[in-house]
């Protein structure tokens, strides 16, 4: 099986973490492909940048077709997955989906815990979006600066650790997620310091594909992630095009 | 007082019937400045499309920049929104809450009703955005192929009508809401054939960015509309580079 | 463009705040009438005390037919609004719903912030009843007694300026709305020392007043606002009553 | 025990009616004192007659006072209901409150059947504020007119038998509320033609005004449920007036 | 009329509290019968021991067939419920549905105020399953161990009073609900010394116990509550695998 | 790994069906071990079977102990899970529980599908129990009786199809989630013939439950998931009661 975990950010180093932990998580015969962002910003914190990062996600997606089995969109604000599940036939996945839904299966509410309060306003989006405001009992953030986003894990490790016991002091948490591509890795190693349940949205993701890789859904051709009618799509990066133009099977073998 | 209208699709066609509907609902002395986006799709209608035209609704608000007193998204699934409020620091507003949010001051509940199934995905989670499912008595459209998006109202306009009284019929609405920019004017058109109060999201629009630059609030700096701080914007358009990168005070006067 | 502002408590000094918030607010060529109740309390700040601002309202819209295209009840708790919508073939405004709908367009969560703790019920149940509690960031009052409603906003002005800030790091909200109609016109004061958009309720009543009368809906004979069937009024107001009884049209010329 | 049932509506013929279910009902020891509303409307059916009704209900209230150990609103609608909670010291019901907070105890989900659709939206909006739109299975009501409102009982006996029927096929309700004082004793004559339980309002809130009254709670001093603190009350019915005025003390023994 | 007051917990010494408060409370003529565990847990508090004490809750109901005109489940997470309501031709009412009910019409806002936090979660889901999540404001505990369960309500009383404090002081709670049974009784000696209504779960159960059986409603036989048809109970209690397998009628005469 | 699949039902034939499609689902490695429930009834339908099927989950579970990875609960309302997750050390899943989740990433709603009317409420509720009300687009089930429960996936084969071609016209299910242990391994038939993902939930918990052994969440000591202290279990099974009374290290080596 070939799952492909895009970073949809432009920094190699939070790659580099993803890729470790996809590769930690996975079953025995996965291959893990990774791929950076060609454009766009180091990491994606705000709205806007989860603009940018939303449009470069389908590139990505569309420029590596039909070459896997499932995808993961690694950015725990899933910044373009409901428009890739409507427009790939692989099943796409996002870190923050693939991290909730599995903390969902390990208690009634989940703390999100992450490393940047200007995180704060696109995770309490991408929550809603998901219809898991029930679900969840906060966002903890620390709020000082850090060095390199590459880094920070490392950096904030004890900071993070106690901001795991404080999400759990003030709310009614059962699990914690530690959200954002760069904290991949982390969960396992501060797991025995923390008396829930830690969830690695990696990790969560990459089993999540497997598991829908193996399912091997149907593309939907009804409901509201059919695939959308061919439509000019001027100027649009060309593999990204020949998807929303549908003209991908003319050029694609196979 | 300069109101910049950008049509995120397109569609000059489109354009127009914006800039018709524009001026026409604009006070005196309000000055109405419209574009087309130079990239993307004809008319958004899915996910996928408004992922574009969210990141093209940026790059022309920052191409305008600094002449307008307010800005108007005039597509009615907001693509861009809220990046857009981040960002800039004049109001920017959108169709769909410009239209949802004067239908409230009319009525408990409103309907939305267009000329397309293919939009109720992206309106329903546009709705869910905005917070204002409670509000809503259903989406309503017609169901089958029309010619030209631009002469779309007028192709239907009769059965926009009964679709209308259809959704008065089978909802508890008390305010019709006619989405999609490819609408404007339709509903002074029609008004005296509904029994209920008939919205023209490009008409509200232009009322509230009015009502918003006379308030004139100031650009948070707080809150999660507060601008983002500065980032690396590689590869992005240059206009809107230089607002992400918070270089657009070197090469803008004033 | 006639404007109506009824002021649903006894207190004049409050109506002479509204109105001067009123008129530097409006648009050129819009008349601002204003009225303050016949009989009630000197300010609204409990579920008694608008039960009675609800029929007062009344009234005063009744008394002043058909002399206006736009009414605004200028109570925060909007006594009466539905029923004058449903009654009243002119749009009708409440100070509440102006205030929290202009305040959706500069932000996704506002914070009430007010003088007194006695009005957060009535206020909440008036967020509730506009189905806008997802929008609420909270509701934030000073507890302490004050000298004069007519003066309360210079009295606490600093107090109420300290509070702002503790709503706003308190809570996740983008917008202020200063709520109450004796502190009309505060909002222009404070607005650069509270560091996010700070809505002035009659200013925000005014802009959305002048959208409606604008916009000129019909009055709905379909939905939960047409207007109801005759009924016998015993008792009541004349003026309200003959509009209740369908008979305003035998005794008013036009 | 005396339980004081006020009929907000000027209909003595729905008093009556009242009167009798509310005496079949109560418990033996206990007095029911019937009272029918000395201004406002014969039925209260939209948001306007409510608005009447609410406040009339407070001056009925105020001049039976202190005779009484618990009262009753007797309209669906419950017009004044949260104003009589604070500002009196024994308990008040609604009918609504009554009805369907005594489904609950029959049922997930009770279906309000009445006689009229003009009472849709005041209903719906009566559900919302006691937060029981979760309870909610719909309202169902007649669409056409009626002969009298003191007998629309006898008149639509078989219709309303029928519309529980469809309630109950078009919904998941496991209860009927039957709702209107006009239908007060209906239930208890089609019990055995309706396949779930079906509730009198009248009936429960008989009961239930029984129970608070056993249980004898203290008047609230703290939450919003505290009686106001004295106003003026200008202009206002003297009765009503000595109560928001604080001097009831002064002119009454006791 | 006769009630039965089932305890699904094994403590005799619950039993007895439960017995004194419910016949404090009792009408003239009303029988109180009680009855214990016969397996199971000292007090129910999780959702393990819950599962227990729904399943022998069914048991006790069984076993007591046909003898009674209404039942009360007394411990607060109404274990076996719904199930209970559904199987048995009587009313069947839970102590917290009871309590919860009661405190609706005493107040907007009711907290939930008890003795042990490991009580917390049960009662979160038991709110849920009601519905009441919106009139909810906190759930209160004591965070101590405690000595005797049948005891506690003693050696806890000054603390429980304070935490009534604390709970509106850090809410907006009305109203407050005395939780547990083990608390029975409790509230008419604290009544004084807290500032708004407190509820005595099994003395609200037993009014409205006695007001479902005064009412005397029929038994659904459509809706979610209809009795289930007949299936086999495999290794079941006798009494209770009767009813299940819908032969209660040959051994049961009538 | 081993994964324990748990039938809470007595019917031998579900069960094989069940092994069956848990061992198509299973990764290489896995070894399936399944048990039937030693008493209560042949399929949980009710809110009463489901009352016994919870207590007897546990006892089964309890039984198997250490011998496990994880454990699957292979009933759609997932009877005992809340008390299983708290009980036990191991990861626990229901059925209802992988199928809802796993369809949350095929599509923003699910629709579940299943044979008999009477498993509705218990359905219903169980999705609440989940806080997924918000993704459910509805519950669709045949209404007439089948012949036998272990056969009833091929009786009605062709009217589940047409069933979910219903369902997906009806509402605006993006996936369809087959319900109900006794369908297990049907969704692989029939996935051609639905134009949407239909999940198998058997399949759907296989992999779930592998997920969360491989990432070997820490048992919770805090949040409402920690292990309940121990407390006297009277009359309780003797496997479950080990438990209960945390007294199982002294009879289990390891």
């Not at 903390?103 to 898991?132: D, P």
């Not at 409901?223 to 000019?232: D, I, L, M, Y």
Request: proline share 6%; net charge negative; aromatic share 6%.
């Amino acid at each position: 099986m070939r799952l492909l975990v895009i970073n949809p950010n432009t920094s190699e180093s939070v790659t580099a973490l993803i890729r470790r932990a996809a590769e930690a998580a996975a079953a025995p015969g996965t291959e893990i492909v990774t791929d950076t962002a060609p454009w766009g910003v180091p990491y994606i914190a705000t709205r806007t940048e989860a603009a940018l990062g939303g449009h470069v996600a389908l590139e990505m997606l569309a420029r590596h077709q039909p070459g896997y089995d499932a995808a993961i969109i690694a950015a725990f604000g899933d910044p373009g997955l409901g428009a890739a599940r409507e427009l790939f036939p692989q099943p796409v996945i996002g870190l923050a989906e693939a991290g909730m839904l599995t903390a969902c299966m390990l208690g009634q509410k989940f703390a999100i815990v992450t490393f940047s309060n200007a995180l704060t306003a696109w995770y309490r989006e991408c929550v809603a979006w998901h219809g898991l405001e029930g679900r969840l009992a906060g966002i903890f953030t620390l709020t000082e600066s850090f060095r390199d986003i590459g880094d920070v894990q490392v950096e904030k490790e004890e900071k993070l650790v106690a901001l795991c016991h404080s999400a759990l002091a003030a709310s009614d948490a059962d699990v914690i997620v530690l959200a954002g591509a760069p904290l991949a890795g982390l969960a396992h190693r501060v797991a025995d310091r923390v008396p829930v349940p830690v969830i690695d949205c990696v990790a969560a993701a990459v089993c999540q594909a497997e598991t829908l890789a193996r399912l091997n859904p149907r593309k939907a051709t009804a409901g509201s992630f059919a695939r959308p009618g061919a439509k000019a799509a001027t100027g649009a990066d060309e593999a990204l095009a020949r998807w929303i133009e549908g003209r991908e099977g003319a050029v694609l073998p196979g």
